[in-house]
């Protein structure tokens, strides 16, 4: 056990003998290692969720690919860049389904943040992966837009970055619950400003929420696994309650490693000719 740990667990609960902080940490550990074990299962179905729907999505062959008006109003088949969309990619990606591909997601983790504490934990459970598959089919996308080799790039840069910075959260001895506050509202900006660009379409302003959005997520992963470790040591949670609280936990870890991801690709990933 750490200094730190120490520290915090003595903060906590007192002075302690030296076996019950022991155990103490190493239910801790056992938390955090349930949150980390929820959060890479969901990035997991994420990810073979997203080539799932891109493979379903593409074709080489123009016969075999959805039927589209084209300008001009002529129909030809449907394609994204130099890609031919099948019937499937064409209801996912174009047609007014993308909506709900797109929205779906959001409207699962209001009843996951609202409705957590009414749920059993296989619900909350199933609801998680659920959501990681909407998230996997929304991002199938990025196949499309970015070269195969650069998105592998990111995703290892990102899990590097991420690892560093839950490592950093979880052992520094600085307080950090100072700047939660601040990265809430710098998260609500990037929210409203990206919105605005939908309709602006910008690429100077998307340059800028990819740059401010990679600090904010950066920030929140340190800030966020701080918290998981301090609510278990001074929530003395068990049962159904632990239970929820590491699906919760993998959730907010599991969002920033998504949004960290995609900001970095935007930065650094390279388009499709």
Same mark, same amino acid.
């Given at each position: 056990m750490s200094d730190y740990e120490r520290q915090t667990i003595g903060a906590a609960y007192g002075t302690v003998p030296r076996a019950e902080a022991a155990a103490i940490d190493a239910g801790l550990r056992a938390y955090m290692l349930r949150v980390y074990n929820y959060m890479v299962l969901g990035l997991a179905i994420t990810g073979l969720a997203a080539l799932g729907i891109y493979m379903l999505s593409v074709t080489g062959d123009p016969a075999s690919a959805a039927r589209a008006v084209m300008r001009g109003g002529v129909e030809g088949p449907a394609r994204i860049g130099s890609m031919?969309?099948?019937?499937?990619? $064409?209801?996912?990606?174009? +047609?007014?389904?993308?909506?709900?591909v797109m929205l779906a997601p959001l409207g699962l983790v209001f009843a996951l943040s609202f409705g957590v504490e009414r749920m059993r934990p296989a619900t909350a459970q199933m609801l998680f992966w659920v959501y990681a598959a909407l998230v996997g089919? +929304?991002?199938?996308?990025?196949f499309m837009v970015f070269?195969?080799?650069?998105?592998?790039?990111? !995703?290892f840069i990102t899990a590097a970055s991420f690892g560093a910075l839950g490592l950093w959260g979880y052992t520094t001895q600085k307080d950090l619950s100072g700047m939660g506050s601040f990265l809430i509202m710098g998260l609500f900006g990037i929210i409203i400003a990206s919105l605005v660009n939908i309709f602006l379409g910008s690429t100077m302003m998307q340059f800028?929420? +990819?740059?401010?959005g990679v600090l904010v !997520?950066?920030?929140?992963?340190? $800030?966020?696994?701080?918290?998981?470790?301090?609510?278990?040591?001074y929530g003395a949670m068990e049962g159904d309650v632990m239970e929820r609280s590491a699906i919760m936990g993998a959730l907010s870890l599991y969002l920033n490693f998504i949004n960290l991801f995609t900001m970095l690709l935007q930065l650094f990933g390279q388009r499709e000719e």
């Open positions: 031919y969309l099948t019937p499937i990619g $064409y209801a996912v990606f174009v +047609s007014p389904l993308k909506w709900l089919l +929304s991002l199938g996308s990025i070269t195969h080799t650069s998105i592998v790039r990111v !995703f800028i929420i +990819s740059v401010i !997520f950066a920030g929140l992963t340190a $800030y966020d696994t701080q918290r998981l470790k301090n609510e278990y040591i």
